[in-house]
């Protein structure tokens, strides 16, 4: 799995949009990026994933930069309730299991 | 539709005691593992099965034991537990062979004293 850079922390204001940066210079061709989160005492929460092209769910968007050594989650209208640890993932498609490795993440937090 | 449930939510173990995690999912899904969460670690796996009767160690496995006789069950033994044990252990499944989408239980506690 390549390394992944996240920063610690990050505030976000409620309403607006919340930027997640994760670094994974190292990347190979056949990595995906994967974004999880993690609401206090909960369960991670699956968000995302992407290989090239920037994605956009019902949760969150995906930007991957055309060199793809970088990404961003970017939750476009966050609450107080996106207030979470976010985890991102790389890692290749190539089956064994469920092995993904969790990192410490950024532990977001969303502000009135 | 139940997901992945894990129980006991919590527990309190002495030094040397055994005892099973449980964790069940009701989605038919191949792959199922554990993870353990400490402070400042992050998740770690420590095992995780791709099928029924197909189990595999992880990052940490020492301590622990897994089975998978049937889709549904995978449960965690630990043999003699350790006060080092002591995290938040989560279990967690996914459909297929893909990275996709974890499910994730909500976890139990553990301490061991």
């Known amino acids: 799995d390549a390394k992944t850079t996240q920063p610690p922390s990050m505030d976000c204001a409620e309403g607006r949009a919340a930027n997640l940066p994760c670094n994974h210079s190292?990347?190979?061709?056949?990595?995906?990026v994967y974004w999880y989160r993690q609401i206090h005492s909960q369960g991670p929460q699956y968000i995302i994933h992407?290989?090239?092209n920037n994605e956009t769910n019902e949760m969150a968007s995906l930007i991957i930069t055309e060199d793809r050594k970088s990404s961003t989650l970017i939750l476009p209208h966050a609450t107080l309730r996106d207030t979470a640890v976010y985890y991102c993932?790389?890692?290749?498609?190539?089956?064994?299991?469920?092995?993904?490795?969790f990192g410490t993440g950024t532990q977001l937090k969303v502000e009135l | 539709n139940a997901g992945v449930t894990q129980t006991p939510k919590f527990q309190v173990l002495k030094t040397g005691q055994s005892m099973t995690l449980q964790c069940a999912q009701d989605?038919?899904?191949?792959?199922m593992s554990w993870y353990r969460q400490d402070p400042g670690m992050g998740l770690r796996l420590i095992h995780y099965?791709?099928?029924?009767?197909?189990?595999d160690q992880g990052e940490v496995p020492n301590g622990y034991n897994v089975s998978r006789s049937t889709t549904e069950d995978f449960p965690l033994r630990l043999l003699s537990a350790a006060p080092s044990q002591t995290s938040v252990y989560f279990c967690a499944s996914s459909q297929d062979r893909g990275w996709e989408k974890l499910f994730f239980g909500s976890g139990t506690q553990l301490s061991v004293l």
């Open positions: 992407g290989l090239k």
């Open positions: 099965s791709v099928g029924a009767g197909i189990t």
């Open positions: 989605m038919n899904h191949e792959y």
């Open positions: 190292t990347i190979s061709g056949n990595e995906y």
């Open positions: 993932i790389a890692r290749a498609r190539t089956g064994g299991g469920n092995k993904l490795t």
